[in-house]
């Protein structure tokens, strides 16, 4: 099965802190995503890659960054949290060599920007 | 841009009751379709896929969906609900040449007993 772990379940920053998310799977994947899950919104695509060292904006990128330095793991920052940025994050994980491009998914990091 | 949009943010039905969740894309290229789904304190998860083939696809627990490729439709079927099924569900487009996913805002399912 594949897994697809997140660093923390719950985490808790002040605003204006440097905030690291972690994400690392184990299944080789090519792809990686960060999501927010915001309720009545869905899930929105924040940035995405396809390979070490790559990276693409998703939908909202604005007060994000992030670093794909190994295959297996993948790290949003926010530079400076705000309080708009509470919210639950969500990584997934894809290959394209399966035709159907199937996510799996983290548990989860919900955070809360006081 | 690429939308996905789910008619019912809210459903409650009772057990044994039949399930329909509506889901529409906009994308007239080649595309995707997928229903996540996420119980209570569970991780999002699979529910079914289409990508070719049969546009009746079957999934896990007994959930279906049908591809209507004339009216952009992906609609999640189930006969008869469990309280068990009671999850947020997610219908989801890939688009190919984008390489990215589109999601529908949610429907939550309430199955009471």
């Known amino acids: 099965d594949v897994k697809v772990t997140q660093s923390s379940r719950y985490l808790v920053k002040r605003t204006g802190e440097k905030v690291f998310l972690e994400c690392v799977q184990d299944?080789?994947?090519?792809?990686m995503f960060w999501y927010r899950q915001d309720p009545g919104l869905g899930l929105r695509l924040i940035y995405f890659?396809?390979?070490?060292?790559?990276?693409e904006k998703g939908d909202i990128p604005e007060g994000y960054s992030v670093s794909r330095e190994k295959k297996e793991r993948f790290s949003l920052i926010l530079e400076s949290a705000s309080t708009n940025q509470t919210s639950m994050y969500l990584c997934?994980?894809?290959?394209?060599?399966?035709?159907?491009?199937?996510?799996?998914f983290g548990p989860g990091t919900r955070l809360t920007v006081t | 841009a690429q939308s996905v949009s789910q008619h019912n943010h809210h459903v409650i039905l009772s057990e044994a009751a039949s399930l329909e969740l509506g889901c529409n894309y906009s994308?007239?290229?080649?595309?995707?379709l997928f229903w996540y789904v996420q119980y209570p304190g569970q991780h999002l998860q699979l529910l079914l896929k289409?990508?070719?083939?049969?546009?009746l696809v079957k999934g896990i627990k007994g959930f279906e969906a049908e591809f209507i490729k004339s009216k952009f439709s992906f609609n999640l079927r189930k006969p008869s609900v469990q309280w068990s099924d009671t999850a947020e569900y997610f219908c989801?487009?890939?688009?190919?040449?984008?390489?990215?996913?589109?999601f529908g805002d949610g429907t939550t399912l309430t199955v009471k007993p």
């Open positions: 997934a994980s894809s290959t394209p060599g399966t035709a159907s491009y199937e996510q799996y």
């Open positions: 299944m080789d994947h090519e792809n």
């Open positions: 890659s396809y390979d070490v060292k790559m990276k």
């Open positions: 994308y007239g290229g080649t595309v995707n």
């Open positions: 289409y990508f070719s083939g049969d546009p």
């Open positions: 989801a487009s890939y688009n190919t040449n984008a390489g990215k996913s589109t």
